[in-house]
């Protein structure tokens, strides 16, 4: 699922404060692709009826908070630093579990920061849009699974936060909370310290010096019709044999830790 071409008129960045930057065209990265999500699933997908809102135009979202923008900018700016997808996995010839996918851009970074902000918070707020059936593609009848990387912390940390409690809250969605005794054990920054939300269901380590610390960035929110058997982040604790599958404590391969959620769909209907 590779991000679309960059912000290109005539073949010249439109944005040319970025010129020549990982971070002159639509999402960042120094080439097309980079940075893309892949789905792996033991379900047949239907290629047929796949939505992808990648091309999706900031403008065109309602409530969207745009920032000032050149109007050549404003034509072509999309939502998407990486993309948004609605892909239908086939459970049976007649059944249907829609997996709505996405992975947003973090709040602040560059020289742009209110731009990557309010950009940041709408690549969420899209699918509060999506559910509630304010975009031209209604959205599906049958049950939903939202999983993504918004790179926003419901209470802490960097970013417009209410679109993320806005979605946790929303009625065709469950939260199943999942945590980890390792997530908790590991916040002990004074920024950790200093958070409202629960430090258990943090997702990602990130304990540099004048960072936001610990916070819960990626998400599994199942249909409210699906039954949860149980739900967890893969966080192990120091000093557990499963410690060692995240490298390095000190130059870990990634920050990230992997979100898991057991559903029982035998009764989907």
Known sequence: MPSNAGLQVTGQPVWS???GTA???QGYGPYRGARALALL???PIDPDAVRDFSSFLWRDLPGALLPQMPPERL?????SSTGHWDIPLLLSPERRLHL???QAGPPVFGPDAQFNRNRNHDETAFWLAYLDHRLPLPPPTAPVILLGGSNLDPYDGDGLHSAMRDLLAHPRLQDPAPASTGA???AMTEQDLSHRGPPERDTVHW???NGPGNLRVSYILPDARLRLRASGVFWPEPGSPEARLMGDPLAPP???RMVWVDLDLSGLN
């Open 17 to 19: 404060a970025y010129g």
């Open 254 to 256: 990634t920050p990230h």
């Open 23 to 25: 971070d002159d065209a």
């Open 100 to 102: 709505l996918i996405y």
């Open 207 to 209: 304990p540099q010096e």
């Open 184 to 186: 908790r054990r590991a």
């Open 75 to 79: 034509e072509i700016q999309r939502l």
């Open 41 to 43: 699933s033991r379900l």
